[in-house]
T-cell receptor
Framework: GQNIDQPTEMTATEGAIVQINCTYQTSGFNGLFWYQQHAGEAPTFLSY????GLEEKGRFSSFLSRSKGYSYLLLKELQMKDSASYLC???????????FGSGTRLQVQP | KAGVTQTPRYLIKTRGQQVTLSCSPI?????VSWYQQTPGQGLQFLFEYFSETQRNKGNFPGRFSGRQFSNSRSEMNVSTLELGDSALYLC????????????????FGPGTRLTVL
């Protein structure tokens, strides 16, 4: 089976940096996605990692360690609009189904 | 390029009824996946279609079914609705370039919020 864990809630201050962790256990790992979801809206794609290392995209970066089954999403220069749920999802070789973690609800405070 | 569209956006049904939801993928995308999102279970995979064929199926009862048309548009149907079927139903499309599987990003539509009374 698959198991994906991420913290339920996090709070951070506007302008700061926050790291959201995700650990997973799965066979046939073929990539990890991060999505952002504002309340009442659809998930929006943020990043995709399949090889070890850091992928940087503006204020957002995502890191993957396949040997440790670990990823994190780093958000820099936090803005109020970054208050949302952040979903970690894993895809397995030969399948197109994304398996999602339960999501981390991030609250950015002034 | 227009994003994934889903209709209707909101739906209220009663137990025992059936419902059909529609999804139009991003132009050029051939793969359509459906997910159910609830507060208790989170986002769960229902099924995926490509070239009018169901390629993957999640762990849902047979009351949940779907299909895909030649223009890649997809529908999902839920028969004999139960209270527990109340959820946000999300459709996602991906290009499926023929490269290694799993490398095509899925883009989500706004969802259909189904309430079963």
């Amino acid at each position: 089976g698959q198991n994906i864990d991420q913290p339920t809630e996090m709070t951070a201050t506007e302008g700061a940096i926050v790291q959201i962790n995700c650990t997973y256990q799965t066979s046939g790992f073929n990539g990890l996605f991060w999505y952002q979801q504002h309340a009442g809206e659809a998930p929006t794609f943020l990043s995709y990692n399949v090889l070890d290392g850091l992928e940087e995209k503006g204020r957002f970066s995502s890191f993957l360690s396949r040997s440790k089954g670990y990823s994190y999403l780093l958000l820099k220069e936090l803005q109020m609009k970054d208050s949302a749920s952040y979903l970690c999802a894993v895809i397995r070789t030969g399948r197109r189904a994304l398996t999602f973690g339960s999501g981390t609800r991030l609250q950015v405070q002034p | 390029k227009a994003g994934v569209t889903q209709t209707p956006r909101y739906l209220i049904k009663t137990r025992g009824q059936q419902v059909t939801l529609s999804c139009s993928p991003i132009s050029g995308h051939r793969s359509v996946s459906w997910y159910q999102q609830t507060p208790g279970q989170g986002l769960q995979f229902l099924f995926e279609y490509f070239s009018e064929t169901q390629r993957n199926k999640g762990n849902f009862p047979g009351r949940f079914s779907g299909r895909q048309f030649s223009n890649s548009r997809s529908e999902m149907n839920v028969s004999t609705l139960e209270l527990g079927d109340s959820a946000l139903y999300l459709c996602a499309s991906s290009f499926t370039s023929g490269r290694a599987l799993g490398t095509d990003t899925q883009y989500f539509g706004p969802g259909t919020r189904l309430t079963v009374l």
